[in-house]
């Protein structure tokens, strides 16, 4: 008798935990500008109202630790810095843009640089006029909502290293 309720406790305890693994409850963690939920490898990130969002995000991924992995989302900014890297000068050219702007796609991967979680983003970004302009994203103070999908590579880690030939952090699959 005892074997048996011993047994079925197990099962039901085995159960329960498979039953979570499938359908994980989503795990908040939040920030000073962002607040998120997890499910799974995947984070739903929304970041706060006039924050900036390359430093909300960045900061995200830290608290995280998440290594390798991709960022998209949408919302609106009414302020941000875009850069353009010239290969001829391997400078970057810097062009502040302000006034009210729809996201029209933001994208971007994690990766790391000396050990620590490296972030690189590209945005689009469409104004009254429609008209849009894109370009890697230095900084972008929101206006309105901001909402990120990041999906994390769970153990994943893969070093960007500095190339003189492009003047760039690029992949080194090496390290
Ligand atoms: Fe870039």
Not at 118 to 123: G, L, V
Not at 148 to 165: A, K, N, W
Request: glycine residues 10%; hydrophobic residues 40%.
């Amino acid at each position: 008798m005892e074997t048996l309720l011993f047994l079925i406790i197990v099962c039901t305890l085995a159960g329960v935990c498979f039953y979570r693994y499938e359908h994980p409850v989503g795990r908040i963690s939040q920030g000073k500008d962002w607040i998120a939920k997890r499910y799974k490898d995947k984070y739903v990130v929304s970041v706060k109202n006039k924050a900036e969002i390359v430093a909300a995000l960045n900061d995200f991924v830290v608290l995280n630790k998440i290594t390798l992995g991709s960022v998209n989302g949408i919302g609106a900014v009414n302020e941000a810095t875009l850069r353009f890297f010239d290969p001829a000068t391997k400078q970057y050219v810097d062009k502040t843009l302000t006034g009210q702007m729809e996201i029209s796609a933001f994208v971007g991967n994690i990766s790391t640089k000396d050990g620590k979680s490296y972030t690189h983003y590209h945005i689009t970004l469409a104004g009254r006029d429609y008209e849009a302009y894109g370009g890697h994203l230095l900084q972008a103070k929101l206006s309105g909502a901001g909402e990120f999908f990041v999906t994390s590579i769970p153990c994943g880690r893969l070093e960007r290293s500095f190339d003189e030939q492009t003047g760039l952090n690029i992949y080194d699959f090496e390290k």
